[in-house]
């Protein structure tokens, strides 16, 4: 039920017609309440610089930020930027703001970040 959801919401992201916003912003409640950690790269996705909706896509945000708590929630957020930086560059843009200016998210990320720092530097040698 829930990856049906994470569809509907991706193929109505852009908004362009009544029924999209409606389909959007209905499926999105109903995912509010059973989405977890591992939902998050998935809704990072959703995220559309195309869209023409932009303060209900921003909700998407809201969602996904309430699941931040782990190191691997966070690890998910990096793997969904990685994702859609290239074709919402806009929206990557946003989500790294509120990391940085979020004291607890710019631990989690320098962390995770140093880690990965020294994987690649063992792969190297």
């Given amino acids: 039920m829930k990856e049906s959801l994470l569809k509907r919401l991706f ?3 852009l908004m362009t017609t009544d029924e999209e916003f409606e389909t959007f912003d209905s499926t999105l409640d109903e995912l509010c309440d059973i989405v977890k950690e591992d939902d998050i790269r998935a809704l990072v996705n959703i995220l559309d610089d195309n869209t023409t909706e932009f303060e209900v896509m921003f909700r998407v945000i809201h969602v996904y930020e309430s699941l931040l708590k782990s190191k691997f929630s966070y ?3 990096i793997l969904g930027i990685n994702d859609i930086i290239a074709i ?3 929206w990557s843009r946003i989500i ?3 990391i940085l200016n979020h004291e607890y998210s710019r631990i989690m ?3 995770i970040f140093m ?3 020294k994987n690649a530097v063992n792969n190297i040698s």
């Fill in 11 to 13: 193929e109505s992201r």
């Fill in 109 to 111: 990320f320098k962390n």
């Fill in 96 to 98: 790294l703001y509120r």
């Fill in 115 to 117: 880690e990965f720092d």
């Fill in 88 to 90: 919402s560059p806009e």
């Fill in 75 to 77: 690890e998910q957020l």
